[in-house]
C-alpha cells in the first residue's frame, strides 16, 4: 500500500471508513476508506467506472452504503454519521454541499433566485415558517434583504454579477458549472463536495473555476472533496488526491507522489498486472537518473 | 417595413388569383366531404318508413363557409399576419413601453370587477341582473378561484393532480352537513371547510410522495372517484344520489340576513322590493372577496422561502434535495395550500345552490379546471382569469346563442356542442401558444431589473 499521506496537522473532516457499496451482484465499492482534512481540497480520481460518483454519493446520502461508516467532524466539534442520514439531512445539518456530474440548476428560476433557493432553510426560519412572513414581518424582510446580499457576494465570486436577473437555462455552460457552486456555497457548508466540476469547460473556463475554488478554501475555510477527469485542476489545486480503481483504493497521498505512482500509472495507461513490475523498474531507473 | 408593402403590392394580382383558386378547391373538397354527411338526411317517418331529406341550403352554407374562409384566409389574414410578425421583428430592437392598458391590468381588472354587479343593475334592473350576476359573474369566479388553487400544485409545485375536485366536495359537504347537523353558521364554517379540506390534501399527499408524473395522476384520479364514491354510498351521513339540499343561506357577517322571513333581512331592512337578487350580489362579492385572497396568498407564498422551494421543486426536485430542502414538507405544504382554497370554494359552493349531491363533483369537473390552469399558462394568475372567463363564460354565452337556430334548425341545442367546442379551443389555443396564455413567469427576487422569464426555460414538472 502507498505510504499514509504526510499532512502536518491530522484534523480529518470526513473519514470514510471500510465502506461498500454493492449494487445487486456487481460491488461498486469495495472496503475503500479515506480521509479529507480540514480546510484543504481533497481529489478523488480514477478511471471511468471506477465508483468515485458511487463514493459521492454515499457521502451525500443520495445512496445507502451496504457497509462501513461515513462520519463528518464540524468545526465545532460537533460529529454526524452520515450514512445515517436523509439526503437533506446531510446539507441542513451537517452542513456539507454538493454539485453534480451533470448540472443540475433550476433553469425556469433566475440566477438569483437559484441562490436565494439555496438559503433556503435560513429564511424558513426567518419567516417563521411562512406564517409570520405571510404579514410581511420586518424580521423576514431583513432576513430576504440579508439573503440577496450573501447571493450577491458569490454572484461576485463566480462572476455572474451582470446575469444576475437571467434565466439560469439561459447562461453558456462554464457559467452554469460556476453557479451551481455558487449556489451549493449558499448553503453555507464546512464541507464541499463537486463532482467533475471542470468537465466541458475550455482551458480559460478551468482557470476561472481554479481561481473560484482556491478562492474559496482561502476565504470561508471550507474543506473541498472533488472529482475530476482534468488533470491540470486536480495536480493544480489539491493538496490531496485519492485514486480509485474497481472500487478499490490503489493510492492515497500528495499530488507529486500519486503522480509517480506505478499503480496509478498502470490504471490509467492500462497494463497487465504481470507487467506492473516492469512498469516500476522503469519509473525507478528514470527517477535515478533525474537524480544523476 | 416599406419593402414589404411594395412586394405584396407588385405581387397582389396573383396573390388574388391564387386565393380564389384555393377557395375554389377548398369548396369542392368540403362539397365532397358534406354531401353525404350534411347534405342528405334520413329520417323516419310515422309509419316507420325511411324517407331521405335533401338539405341543399345547409350544404351550401357549409360549402360557401369552406371557400369563403379559405379565400380571406390566403387573400388578406395571412398577409395582415406576415406584415404584423414583420414589423414586431423591426420593433424588436428598440425596447417598446408597454401601454396603458397592459400595465395597469390587474388594477383595472379588479375595479370592473367591483362595479360588475352596480353595471349590471343599472343596465337591466334587479330582476334582470340575476343573470349577469350569478351565471357569468359568480360561476366564473368559482371557478377562477378554483383554477387558482390548483395552480399552486400543479403550476407551481408541478405535482400532476387529476383530482383536484375531491377537496371541492370535502369543502361543499364539510358545510352542508356541519350546518345541517350542528347549525354553525357560514362564517365560522367557512375556515373550517378550508382546513378540512387541506387535511385531506395531506391524506392525499402523504401516499403520493414517491409518485412522479403519470403515477402521480392516476392516483390523484382514484383518490378524487374514492370521494364522490363516498359521498355516494354513505347514504346515512350524505343520503346518498340524493343529495343535502335546503342548506342555510350565508348572511352579512350576521348583521343582515338573506331568509326571506328573517326580521333582519337585507330587503326588508333597506325597504327595497323583495328579490333575489340582492343575495347573488352579495355571493359575487364574496366570491370576488375569495378569489383576490387566494390570489394574494399565492402572490405573496411565491415570495416566500416556501414558494421558491415549490418552483425549485418543478424544476428540478434531486437539486433541491441536495440544497437541504426537504421535499416531502414541501410537497405537503403544496397539496395542503392547494386544497384549501378548493374547499372555501366548495364551501361558497354549497352556500350558492343551497344544495349538493355527488354529481357536482365529477371528474369533468377536475378536467375543466386542469384545463383552465393548462390553457391559462402554468403559475400565471393573470392568464389562468383570462382563461376562466373564456372557458366558462364561453360556454354560458353558447346558450344565449339562440340565433344559431335559425342556421342549424329547431332541434339545435348549442349547450350541447360546448364540449366540443372547448376541445377545439384547447386545441387552437395549445397549437398557436403551447405554454398557455401567458407562458413566462415574473421572477420572485431581482438584483438590478426584472426581466420574465421566457416559457422555453421552464419546466412543466414531473412529479
Not at chain 1, 144 to 162: G, Q, V, Y
Given at each position: 500500500m502507498a505510504p499514509e499521506m504526510n499532512t502536518m496537522k491530522n484534523d480529518p473532516i470526513l473519514k470514510v471508513e471500510h465502506l461498500s457499496m454493492r449494487f445487486g451482484g456487481l460491488m461498486a465499492i469495495n472496503d475503500f476508506s479515506f480521509e479529507a482534512q480540514r480546510g484543504e481540497i481533497t481529489a478523488l480520481i480514477g478511471p471511468n467506472g471506477a465508483g468515485k460518483t458511487t463514493v459521492f454519493n454515499c457521502v451525500t446520502g443520495f445512496y445507502k452504503p451496504t457497509m462501513g461508516m461515513i462520519s463528518m467532524t464540524q468545526k465545532s466539534g460537533k460529529t454526524f454519521l452520515l450514512e445515517r442520514m436523509a439526503d437533506f439531512e446531510i446539507t441542513k445539518d451537517a452542513r456539507v454541499a454538493r454539485t453534480f456530474q451533470n448540472i443540475r440548476l433550476f433553469t425556469g428560476l433566475t440566477v438569483l433566485e437559484n441562490l436565494l433557493v439555496a438559503q433556503h432553510n435560513t429564511l424558513m426560519r426567518a419567516s417563521g415558517y411562512t406564517f409570520l412572513?405571510?404579514?410581511?414581518?420586518?424580521?423576514?424582510?431583513?432576513?430576504?434583504?440579508?439573503?440577496?446580499?450573501?447571493?450577491?457576494?458569490?454572484?461576485?465570486?463566480?462572476?455572474?454579477?451582470?446575469?444576475?436577473?437571467?434565466?439560469?437555462?439561459?447562461?453558456?455552460?462554464?457559467?452554469?458549472?460556476?453557479?451551481?457552486?455558487?449556489?451549493?456555497?449558499?448553503?453555507?457548508?464546512?464541507?464541499?463536495?463537486?463532482?467533475?466540476?471542470?468537465?466541458?469547460?475550455?482551458?480559460?473556463?478551468?482557470?476561472?473555476?481554479?481561481?473560484?475554488?482556491?478562492?474559496?478554501?482561502?476565504?470561508?475555510?471550507?474543506?473541498?472533496?472533488?472529482?475530476?477527469?482534468?488533470?491540470?485542476?486536480?495536480?493544480?489545486?489539491?493538496?490531496?488526491?485519492?485514486?480509485?480503481?474497481?472500487?478499490?483504493?490503489?493510492?492515497?497521498?500528495?499530488?507529486?507522489?500519486?503522480?509517480?505512482?506505478?499503480?496509478?500509472?498502470?490504471?490509467?495507461?492500462?497494463?497487465?498486472?504481470?507487467?506492473?513490475?516492469?512498469?516500476?523498474?522503469?519509473?525507478?531507473?528514470?527517477?535515478?537518473?533525474?537524480?544523476? | 417595413m416599406a419593402n414589404i408593402t411594395t412586394t405584396r403590392e407588385g405581387a397582389g394580382g396573383t396573390l388574388t388569383a391564387r386565393a380564389l383558386r384555393e377557395g375554389f378547391y377548398a369548396g369542392v373538397v368540403s362539397l365532397g366531404l358534406f354531401f353525404l354527411f350534411v347534405g342528405l338526411e334520413t329520417t323516419q317517418n310515422i309509419r316507420n318508413e325511411l324517407v331521405l331529406n335533401q338539405r341543399w341550403g345547409l350544404l351550401a352554407v357549409f360549402v360557401l363557409v369552406a371557400a369563403v374562409?379559405?379565400?380571406?384566409?390566403?387573400?388578406?389574414?395571412?398577409?395582415?399576419?406576415?406584415?404584423r410578425k414583420a414589423a414586431a421583428a423591426a420593433r424588436a430592437g428598440t425596447a417598446r413601453p408597454e401601454g396603458f392598458l397592459k400595465r395597469n391590468f390587474v388594477v383595472l381588472a379588479v375595479v370592473a370587477l367591483i362595479v360588475y354587479p352596480i353595471l349590471a343593475v343599472a343596465i337591466f334592473g334587479v330582476q334582470g341582473s340575476l343573470k349577469w350576476v350569478d351565471n357569468f359573474g359568480i360561476q366564473i369566479l368559482i371557478y377562477v378561484m378554483l383554477a387558482w388553487g390548483l395552480n399552486i400544485v400543479v403550476g407551481l409545485a408541478g405535482l400532476l393532480d387529476l383530482g383536484y375536485v375531491a377537496f371541492y366536495a370535502v369543502g361543499a359537504y364539510s358545510y352542508a352537513l356541519l350546518s345541517q347537523y350542528f347549525g354553525f353558521s357560514f362564517w365560522l364554517l367557512l375556515p373550517l371547510a378550508g382546513i378540512l379540506a387541506a387535511f385531506w390534501g395531506v391524506i392525499l399527499g402523504f401516499p403520493v410522495l414517491r409518485l412522479k408524473g403519470d403515477y402521480l395522476a392516476i392516483v390523484t384520479l382514484a383518490f378524487g372517484e374514492i370521494i364522490r364514491l363516498v359521498l355516494i354510498n354513505w347514504t346515512d351521513v350524505t343520503k346518498g344520489t340524493f343529495g343535502i339540499s335546503g342548506i342555510p343561506k350565508a348572511s352579512v357577517f350576521g348583521i343582515w340576513s338573506f331568509d326571506v322571513g328573517a326580521p333582519n333581512n337585507f330587503a326588508k331592512v333597506f325597504e327595497l322590493p323583495m328579490s333575489s337578487a340582492y343575495y347573488k350580489i352579495f355571493l359575487f362579492y364574496l366570491v370576488l372577496a375569495l378569489a383576490l385572497l387566494t390570489a394574494y396568498v399565492t402572490v405573496r407564498l411565491r415570495r416566500m422561502p416556501v414558494g421558491r422551494a415549490w418552483e425549485a421543486l418543478r424544476e428540478d426536485e434531486i437539486a433541491c434535495r441536495s440544497?437541504?430542502?426537504?421535499?416531502?414538507?414541501?410537497?405537503?405544504?403544496?397539496?395542503?395550500?392547494?386544497?384549501?382554497?378548493?374547499?372555501?370554494?366548495?364551501?361558497?359552493?354549497?352556500?350558492?345552490?343551497?344544495?349538493?349531491?355527488?354529481?357536482?363533483?365529477?371528474?369533468?369537473?377536475?378536467?375543466?379546471?386542469?384545463?383552465?390552469?393548462?390553457?391559462?399558462?402554468?403559475?400565471?394568475?393573470?392568464?389562468?382569469?383570462?382563461a376562466a372567463v373564456l372557458m366558462i363564460g364561453g360556454t354560458e354565452l353558447l346558450r344565449e346563442m339562440q340565433f344559431l337556430k335559425q342556421v342549424f334548425g329547431a332541434d339545435f341545442t348549442p349547450e350541447l356542442y360546448r364540449m366540443l367546442i372547448f376541445g377545439l379551443a384547447m386545441v387552437i389555443v395549445m397549437v398557436w401558444k403551447p405554454r398557455g396564455f401567458v407562458g413566462s413567469r415574473e421572477p420572485t427576487a431581482f438584483l438590478k431589473e426584472r426581466k420574465t422569464v421566457s416559457g422555453s426555460f421552464t419546466k412543466e414538472g414531473h412529479g
Open positions: 412572513g405571510l404579514f410581511g414581518l420586518p424580521a423576514y424582510k431583513k432576513a430576504e434583504a440579508e439573503s440577496i446580499e450573501l447571493a450577491r457576494h458569490w454572484l461576485e465570486k463566480a462572476d455572474l454579477t451582470d446575469r444576475a436577473d437571467d434565466p439560469a437555462g439561459d447562461l453558456p455552460y462554464g457559467a452554469q458549472r460556476r453557479l451551481e457552486i455558487a449556489r451549493a456555497m449558499c448553503t453555507e457548508p464546512e464541507f464541499l463536495c463537486l463532482d467533475e466540476p471542470a468537465a466541458g469547460l475550455n482551458p480559460r473556463e478551468s482557470l476561472a473555476l481554479n481561481t473560484l475554488l482556491t478562492g474559496i478554501r482561502r476565504e470561508t475555510g471550507t474543506s473541498i472533496l472533488l472529482i475530476e477527469h482534468d488533470m491540470s485542476v486536480v495536480m493544480e489545486i489539491s493538496d490531496h488526491v485519492v485514486v480509485l480503481e474497481y472500487g478499490q483504493k490503489i493510492s492515497d497521498g500528495t499530488p507529486d507522489h500519486v503522480k509517480n505512482d506505478p499503480k496509478v500509472i498502470a490504471a490509467y495507461l492500462g497494463v497487465e498486472d504481470e507487467e506492473v513490475e516492469e512498469v516500476i523498474e522503469e519509473i525507478e531507473e528514470i527517477e535515478e537518473e533525474g537524480k544523476h | 374562409g379559405r379565400f380571406l384566409t390566403v387573400a388578406y389574414i395571412r398577409p395582415w399576419f406576415a406584415a440544497l437541504g430542502i426537504n421535499t416531502v414538507t414541501t410537497k405537503l405544504t403544496a397539496f395542503a395550500t392547494g386544497a384549501m382554497f378548493g374547499g372555501f370554494a366548495g364551501s361558497f359552493f354549497a352556500v350558492r345552490q343551497g344544495f349538493v349531491s355527488p354529481e357536482s363533483f365529477v371528474f369533468l369537473e377536475s378536467a375543466i379546471i386542469l384545463s383552465i390552469v393548462v390553457l391559462g399558462g402554468m403559475g400565471s394568475l393573470v392568464g389562468i382569469a383570462v
